[in-house]
């Protein structure tokens, strides 16, 4: 990691975004340095990773990042009934996210870009007509000056570089742990994502069940805080969902938690300057299913050639970064946004419940396997006439 030289771009942040954006301007010939704050992409891989098929083919992840495949779904209401759906083919995978994440950074590295492990951006200190220069703090208190034509954060929710937009955040905290368990708790569970719904297993939230490698599950919590009033601690939660479900854990392989912290409309600033942001520093991460990874790859997608433009002279293109990206991820988005943000922090109690008792007996008398994929990914409300969104709204 030279000192001396003007980097063409500094990526922070080697997440998904991050990495597929070093990664699209590494192969375009942009002299790229990637730092992250981990020494290990392998830690704090705190994302259930669930992807429909589409989005695993569209970005060609291979196989050894994919943990299981899954071709049904499984609704469980506040009433502990069992709802199923079934797929006439598979329908989507869970991902490794510490492979995933370590399989990206190396291809970037493949590509041409340079990585540095255990380095933590911090807000540039000066810019000038042509570059502009971040601080780069490592280990034992190591400390880079780093000069680049620009700056990207991809740090995430934390929105290092970036900072906090004037628009309120809607914030969400989850616990996930991956257990080993017996073959037979493991074949119950596997070839499908499961979600225990109501305030009866989550109040203000959802717990999941997800199939990872034989033997091995993801069983989470997550919530939308709530201010006004107490919530039960998280851990407490998950160790009542296992309970319930009945599943034993033979060995805890590893606890973590994360936050998601997005603006309902995405009206928050994208760039200052030379310095960009994408994917969670941008409320890529969509509130109503949690879900984060396929939405930050789409505003790398779209932020690469603005960036490639901006590169050869031609900076122009870099202005109309939020509307582009506002129409990728479509008008649906922040109709979901709203819909979270009122399903989640209204699920609590015997009204929410009995709400949510008639959406689920709904939809399991009129979506199959695959509508239902097209509903909680690509918030397809339509394909059931909207009759969903009363329900989710509360006016039913």
Known sequence: MSDAQIWDVLIAGAGPAGSELAWQLGKAGARVLLVDSLSDLQRHAF????????????????????????????????????????????????????ALRCW??????????????????????SEASDWIETTLRGPSGAQRLIRSRYVVDATGQSRCLIGDPEEPLVSGAGVEWLVRVDPKVWQRWSSRLAFALGSRWVPQGYGWVFPMRPGELKVGVCRLKDSSRQQPPLHRLLQSLLTRLEIEPLEVLDRHGGLIRSSIERREVHQRGRLMALGDAVSTANLLGGEGIRHALASAAVLAPLLQQALQGDDRGLARYPVLLRRQLGWRWSLSGRLARRTWLGLRGRRADARLQRLLAGLEASASAEALSALLFEYRFERYGLKAIPYLLGWR
Request: net charge neutral.
């Open 47 to 98: 994302s259930s990773a669930a992807l429909p098929l589409s989005a695993v083919e569209r970005y060609g992840f291979p196989d050894h990042v994919v943990a299981a495949r899954w071709d049904r779904w499984e609704l469980i209401g506040p009433d502990q009934s069992r709802r199923h759906w079934q797929g006439q083919s598979c329908l989507g995978a869970v991902l490794d996210f510490g």
């Open 104 to 125: 990206m950074a190396r291809r970037a590295v493949a590509a041409g870009v340079e990585l540095g492990l255990g380095w933590r951006a911090e807000l540039p200190s």
